[in-house]
DNA sequence: TTTATTTATCGCAATATTACGATAAATATT
DNA sequence: AATATTTATCGTAATATTGCGATAAATAAA
């Protein structure tokens, strides 16, 4: 127990999961908003703005790559992290689909 | 410990997150797209479709409805449920605000 | 009224997440 | 070479999540 049975479900429910889960913490809505904003991208800067501890940052940081939604790479001592645009499609194009479905439904029982 | 830290981010970042983190979860996954797929939407219907016992499914349908994907309505013994739009709505303005903000975007870094 | 049906809640165990200090690893600077 | 800068990782504590059986609560059916 206390693990998710994702045996029990689809790829792609699972694929999408991972991405939302990803986005589901405040500092990582932050991260993602920081970078959408400035287009330079070095990880200090991004510890820097975060009320969060190195340590957890770079955490976090490792998170969204996992996930598919940033790409750093590194330069000199530094690393620059910035927006992977494959993670976001994956996921835009799900609730593209989601909104889609609401607006051709027929009966609403709620 | 343990605890995100909430206060620290603005209401915005946590409502958005709040919406990712309950869509991050193959379970709910699921739910959102038997709802949208049924227009119909008895409570014990989605339990039978769900590799997941009874009890389990009742948390996940919360989850959702705490916060405002989905919304129930009582029918006798038994409970309907179904979309609630205005969750969907709040969350997808975000991922088209991405969007936008990735095609506009002038150097990328990595 | 008794019994079934349906859903929510409680209590618990297993696991995951969040956060941080300390420290390692790797490149820059002196 | 020694020191500084930057980021990742390790270890650990606190808390949250996941899942389920048992049971409560509430209406329907007999």
Same mark, same amino acid.
């Given at each position: 127990?206390?693990?998710?049975? &994702?045996?029990?479900?689809?790829? %792609?429910?699972?694929?999408? &999961?991972? /991405?939302?889960?990803? @986005?589901?913490? +405040?500092? %990582? @809505?932050?991260?993602?908003?920081?970078?959408?904003?400035?287009?330079? =991208?070095? =990880?200090?800067?991004?510890?820097?703005? /975060? +009320?969060?501890?190195?340590?957890? $940052? *770079?955490?976090?940081? !490792?998170?969204? !790559?996992?996930?598919?939604?940033?790409?750093?790479?590194?330069?000199?001592? &530094? $690393?620059?992290?910035? @927006?992977?645009? #494959?993670?976001?499609?994956?996921? !835009? *194009?799900?609730?593209?689909?989601?909104?889609? &479905?609401?607006? #051709? %439904? !027929? #009966?609403? =029982?709620?």
């Amino acid at each position: 127990m206390g693990t998710t049975k &994702s045996e029990q479900f689809t790829a %792609r429910q699972n694929e999408l &999961s991972a /991405l939302a889960k990803a @986005i589901g913490h +405040p500092a %990582r @809505i932050a991260i993602i908003e920081y970078l959408l904003q400035t287009d330079a =991208c070095v =990880c200090g800067d991004i510890v820097e703005v /975060l +009320p969060l501890a190195q340590a957890t $940052v *770079s955490q976090h940081l !490792k998170e969204l !790559k996992n996930a598919g939604l940033i790409k750093g790479s590194i330069e000199g001592t &530094s $690393v620059c992290y910035c @927006i992977d645009e #494959n993670g976001f499609e994956k996921i !835009k *194009s799900f609730f593209d689909h989601v909104a889609l &479905s609401i607006t #051709n %439904r !027929k #009966n609403e =029982c709620c």
